[in-house]
């Protein structure tokens, strides 16, 4: 049984197209992370989710979109794609209080071409 | 603002030797944790251990311990009795009093038998 399932694990799409990833975790926790790991390893956290607050990366550009329904689900959301977005995208969750490991998915490889 | 630095890009091991991987970290948080994940060529993040900025002992998990000097702001990852199977990337990771996973750019280890 899964503890963090993302999917899809693949996903090749055109630029300009609009995508959703799905998260979802199974272990209860408060927390949920999307991160951006790019063609030179380095993971780059985008946004966090904990009781309903959201915290951005500055960074981000604002065609990323993190959506919440529950707090065992967060989708990311990608309007207009563009090359530069391909990359493996992480989610992970954790407790959210005291210092705990996060648990990640397994990733999902874009490829906008 | 957090900032994790792994100096080594890549290491390489003889099996059955002991490795350490560096980690140095910046924080004004009064209270955080500092992580170390294994990332396989299949690319799970994998979590192997930890060490909360409180802590007295260094944390120790089967073959890995965690070296943490707090005055030097380093958290080096020893792995002793290398394994083949230990060849991966290695990435260190501060969580800050935000609930926020910040991490380094990694090692890549290589176990030569």
């Known amino acids: 049984d899964t503890a963090v399932s993302q999917t899809p694990k693949y996903l090749v799409t055109q630029m300009g197209n609009d995508k959703s990833i799905k998260c979802e975790q199974n272990l209860g926790h408060d927390t949920m992370y999307w991160y951006k790991q790019d063609s030179k390893k380095f993971l780059k956290i985008m946004f966090s989710y904990n009781n309903k607050e959201l915290i951005i990366n500055e960074t981000v550009p604002n065609r990323f979109s993190p959506k919440s329904p529950d707090k065992a689900h967060l989708n990311l959301h990608i309007n207009s794609l563009e090359l530069g977005d391909s990359a493996v995208y992480f989610c992970a969750s954790s407790l959210g209080a005291g210092i705990s490991e996060a648990f990640f998915g397994q990733g999902t490889r874009l490829t906008v071409v | 603002a957090q900032k994790i630095t792994q100096t080594q890009p890549g290491m390489f091991v003889q099996e059955k030797e002991a490795v350490t991987l560096d980690c140095t970290y910046d924080?004004?948080?009064?209270?955080?944790?500092l992580f170390w994940y294994k990332q396989p060529s299949s690319g799970e993040m994998i979590f192997l251990i930890y060490?909360?900025?409180?802590?007295?002992q260094n944390a120790t998990e089967g073959r890995y311990s965690l070296n943490f000097q707090k005055a030097r702001k380093s958290a080096n990852l020893v792995i002793s009795a290398s394994q083949l199977g230990d060849s991966a990337m290695y990435f260190c990771?501060?969580?800050?009093?935000?609930?926020?996973?910040?991490f380094g750019t990694g090692t890549s280890l290589t176990v030569i038998p």
């Open positions: 060490q909360g900025s409180y802590d007295q």
């Open positions: 990771a501060i969580l800050n009093t935000g609930n926020q996973f910040y």
């Open positions: 924080t004004s948080d009064p209270s955080y944790g």
